[in-house]
């Protein structure tokens, strides 16, 4: 029954490595995200997708990049890895238009840490 | 200061008691309130979703929405061990689908 799957559920990478985290959807969804959960800051978005090839910067989009080639597949990228970006990333995603645009289905998460 | 604040917690309440989860928010352009629940190592699922002020109830949970206060709550009734996780409150502006502003989330443990 699993609807959103995030590839990596745990990565230990270092200062300046390029990172990918990957995130499929199998409910045909038009929209999908891509958060970071911190303690004490709740979950931030990063990036968003309406459609496929399209990418909107979130309120927390410097460091990171993205890519949306497949309408199931939704991609985040960090460029170089810093410390300050060790944090659970949460990819959603949720039909388009009307109420249920905000009725997001997460994946499980992935835990990065950077040394 | 944040947009939503919500109590970190965490809360620690006996089994059978009624919690009590609130946030505050300041943008008065909010037209969609959620609540949010997230278990240990599990992604958030959707627990309850209002639109602008009133009362939603669904089984033993009650959303409430009072915008002239800019403030929501959610209320368990007969909590169980089952309900102990983390509860977020969520919100966004009419045609910004999906586009969501969290709480940071309260931590909540029923002890049997």
């Known amino acids: 029954d699993v609807k959103v799957t995030q590839s990596s559920r745990y990565l230990v990478k270092r200062t300046g490595e390029k990172v990918f985290l990957e995130c499929v959807q199998d409910m045909d969804h038009e929209n999908m995200f891509w958060y970071r959960q911190d303690p004490g800051l709740g979950l931030r978005l990063i990036y968003f997708s309406y459609d496929v090839k399209m990418k909107e910067k979130g309120d927390i989009p410097e460091g990171y990049s993205v890519s949306r080639e497949k309408k199931e597949r939704f991609s985040l990228i960090l460029e170089s890895a810093s410390t300050n970006q060790t944090s659970m990333y949460l990819c959603?995603?949720?039909?388009?238009?009307?109420?249920?645009?905000?009725?997001?289905?997460f994946g499980a998460g992935s835990r990065l840490t950077v040394l | 200061q944040k947009e939503v604040e919500q109590d970190p917690g965490p809360l620690s309440v006996p089994e059978g008691a009624i919690v009590s989860l609130n946030c505050t928010y300041s943008n008065s352009a909010f037209q969609y309130f959620m609540w949010y629940r997230q278990y240990s190592r599990k992604g958030p699922e959707l627990l309850m979703y209002t639109y602008s002020s009133g009362n939603k109830e669904d089984g033993r949970f009650t959303a409430q929405v009072d915008k002239s206060s800019k403030y929501i709550s959610l209320f368990i009734r007969d909590s169980q061990p089952s309900d102990s996780a983390t509860y977020l409150c969520?919100?966004?502006?009419?045609?910004?689908?999906?586009?969501?502003?969290f709480g940071q989330g309260t931590e909540l443990s029923v002890k049997p």
């Open positions: 959603a995603s949720s039909v388009q238009g009307g109420p249920g645009a905000n009725v997001l289905t």
């Open positions: 969520a919100m966004s502006v009419y045609n910004q689908g999906g586009k969501l502003i």
